[in-house]
């Protein structure tokens, strides 16, 4: 399937519809550039990319859809909600869906109530490095902990749960934040033969970030779909994100680069 981008009155350079091709999230590789003739009878360059089509080899990978990161939850992620209608019909153009689920014991370390004077947001030294002290959140069988009810879960084939050792936080999942802890994930992924790994879900700067840098690092492909995820961004850490994303060569599109 193709999709034209491009069709104005104005000439446009190779390089704008490059740049125009990026913005959209689309692989130039993919891109045609066709002479066509507007109704003005000039010839205009039209961009004519090829829309992603999921193969047997792709995985989405749905991190944390969970209600303590929706509007009302206790670590809410502002619009968190508006993401699930997206990943919904994205769940519904892969062949295969894995999900992540936060899910802590009560008194994990990560939470700010576990140390005395801890306010959520702080950061502490852990052991393994600097931590982020977070009000508590999906604990282990709560309603919190749970997948938003509209997401559509039962075609998922594999739910990895992470931050259930009580010192160690997950953001990853892949690795915990020890950077030593291995949750099995890439293991598992690289024995059901798949390369491309397309990530959305939540948070954009925290789980679904360190997700992709993991990805990357095991060997995957890691393509991070924007409009499917939504940041917490404290202080900076939603633009830091994708600066980091970038540099490890994750590539960033919109959904609507997603075949229908
Ligand atoms: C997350 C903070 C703490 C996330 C999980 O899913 O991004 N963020 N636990
Ligand atoms: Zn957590």
């Not at 929706?70 to 295969?96: E, Q, S, T």
């Not at 202080?235 to 540099?247: I, M, P, R």
Request: glycine share 8%.
């Amino acid at each position: 399937m193709t999709a034209r981008l491009w069709n104005k009155t104005a000439s446009l350079s190779n390089a704008d519809m490059a740049k125009e091709g990026r913005r959209l999230g689309l692989r130039w590789q993919n891109a045609k550039l066709l002479p066509s003739v507007t109704g003005e009878g000039r010839r205009q360059p039209i961009l004519k990319a090829a829309m992603i089509e999921p193969e047997e080899s792709d995985c989405l990978v749905v991190v944390d859809v969970q209600n303590d990161f929706c509007p009302g939850g206790a670590l809410a992620v502002a619009d968190g909600d508006a993401v699930v209608p997206v990943i919904n019909r994205l769940i519904g153009r892969f062949a295969h869906c894995i999900l992540t689920q936060d899910w802590h014991p009560p008194g994990h370390q990560s939470f700010a109530s576990s140390h005395p004077g801890g306010k959520p947001f702080q950061t502490i030294q852990a052991p393994y490095g600097v931590q982020t002290l977070w009000p508590d959140h999906c604990v282990q069988g709560t309603d919190g902990a749970a997948f938003h009810a509209a997401l559509q879960t039962d075609r998922a084939e594999l739910i990895v749960r992470k931050g259930f050792r009580p010192e160690i936080d997950s953001y990853s999942a892949f690795s915990e934040n020890d950077r030593r802890t291995a949750t099995g994930l890439a293991g598992y992924l690289r024995e059901r033969g798949f390369s491309r790994l397309f990530i959305a879900g939540l948070a954009t700067d925290f789980c679904v970030r360190y997700s992709a840098e993991d990805a990357r690092s095991e060997g995957f492909e890691a393509v991070v779909i924007d409009d499917a995820c939504r940041a917490i961004d404290l202080e900076g850490s939603l633009a830091a994100g994708w600066t980091s994303l970038q540099a490890c060569g994750a590539q960033r599109i919109r959904s609507d680069a997603i075949a229908a």
